[in-house]
């Protein structure tokens, strides 16, 4: 085991600790409302069909509402504990019998771990969708640059990027506050165009600083 799985692993057990004891702090019990209302109302709300990622699911409330929409919905998280949890509340993996597609499926792994996300199916361009919510904000800032990139490589071309970024202020994490205009930079910065990017309306009253963005792949990247 090199060094990089190591503390991969000891980061999974730190978490599965957290969902054990009830203490990750971001835990709504529903989707958050902001992406809720977006993906069920706004004029700009991707539609179905399509295959769409959470990473960093946690307990997949946004998984479990992108089934309910019609997409084929994938939870990822490297916590089994989160995931066991999701499985309990959502249900397991599940196919739509009719097309011979997943509906719903938990991925436990790495989201950084890219020899991983292949040999689970999720290879370059394979997605249309990425769903963020709390997972930018949990990992160290300093691979907030992988994780946009790997977002980007999974993406098809066109394919969108659905986020609600956490752009509070205050110090240390997680979870870790965001720059509004330093989010959009990298992003761009990776291929995706924005399409949105405004402060969230009907957040809850302990997330006031939420932004959210929906960004488009572009076609002319390789």
């Known amino acids: ?121 999720l290879a370059p361009g394979s997605l249309t969708g990425i769903v963020e919510h709390t997972c930018f904000c949990a990992i160290d800032p300093g691979r907030r640059d992988d994780y946009i990139a790997t977002a980007s490589r999974l993406l098809a071309p066109g394919g969108w990027l659905l986020g609600l970024f956490w752009c509070h202020r205050k110090p240390g994490g997680p979870p870790w506050g965001s720059d509004p205009e330093v989010v959009a930079a990298q992003l761009g910065q990776a291929g995706l165009v924005a399409e949105l990017w405004e402060p969230a309306a009907g957040s809850v009253d302990k997330r006031q600083d939420e932004w959210i963005g929906l960004w488009r792949r572009s076609s002319a990247q390789p």
């Open 1 to 121: 085991m090199n060094r990089s799985e190591s503390v991969s692993l000891a980061e999974a057990s730190r978490w599965d600790q957290r969902y054990r004891e009830g203490t990750d702090g971001w835990e709504l019990g529903r989707p958050a409302p902001p992406l809720a209302q977006f993906l069920g109302a706004h004029s700009l709300a991707p539609q179905p069909p399509g295959q769409v990622l959470v990473p960093g699911c946690g307990r997949g409330h946004e998984v479990a509402l992108l089934e309910a929409l019609g997409f084929a919905a994938i939870g990822l998280d490297f916590s089994a504990e989160a995931l066991a949890e999701a499985r309990a509340l959502h249900g397991h993996d599940r196919a739509n019998l009719r097309w011979l597609q997943a509906d719903l499926r938990w991925l436990q792994a790495d989201l950084f771990d890219r020899q991983a996300l292949e040999a689970a199916g």
